[in-house]
């Protein structure tokens, strides 16, 4: 049984947004779906500090939150433009992605993610966070397929 926590009556989807194609196209159906269901739609992006092996190479100049915030920022941007149907809130958290989004899942009507982001194997039908999530998050999970590829990288538009 899932324990949804109290949002004072506010459905709430949460989406986990990286800045690629997917995850544009999971924010854009967290949106159709809130406006549906008269949600709210909490946009999440998780940043880490990048791993090193061996000699750690300096990277003193990056802040990794104003990258993550300007991700989403951007990504909410170009999805729903101008035109805001549904209350969309951004959320930006250090940490593991799939952590973060099981985590944000507490108390969530539901949890979408894109079938991949921008991790190594695109080839793959779902990346290691949304397959993290499938099997770990804490209310329904949907996992969206971005409409740019379809099977064999053919144009599914």
């Excluded at 397959?131 to 969206?144: D, G, K, L, M, N």
Aim: charged share 15%; proline share 4%; with cysteine.
């Amino acid at each position: 049984m899932t324990v949804q926590a109290d949002n004072g009556g506010q459905r709430r989807i949460v989406v986990g947004v990286d800045g690629s194609v997917p995850s544009k196209a999971a924010l854009a159906w967290a949106v159709g779906q809130a406006w549906l269901t008269g949600a709210l739609v909490e946009a999440v992006i998780a940043w880490e500090f990048p791993a090193t092996y061996g000699y750690p190479v300096p990277v003193s100049d990056v802040n990794w939150m104003e990258l993550a915030t300007q991700a989403v920022s951007d990504a909410i941007a170009e999805v729903v433009g101008g035109t805001e149907r549904v209350k969309i809130t951004s959320k930006v958290m250090e940490g593991n992605a799939a952590q973060v989004l099981v985590k944000e899942s507490a108390g969530a009507d539901l949890l979408v993610v894109g079938n991949r982001g921008h991790g190594g194997f695109v080839e793959a039908l779902l990346g290691s966070t949304g397959q993290h999530c499938v099997h770990h998050a804490r209310c329904p999970v949907v996992v969206i397929r971005d409409s740019l590829t379809g099977p064999a990288g053919d144009d599914a538009r």
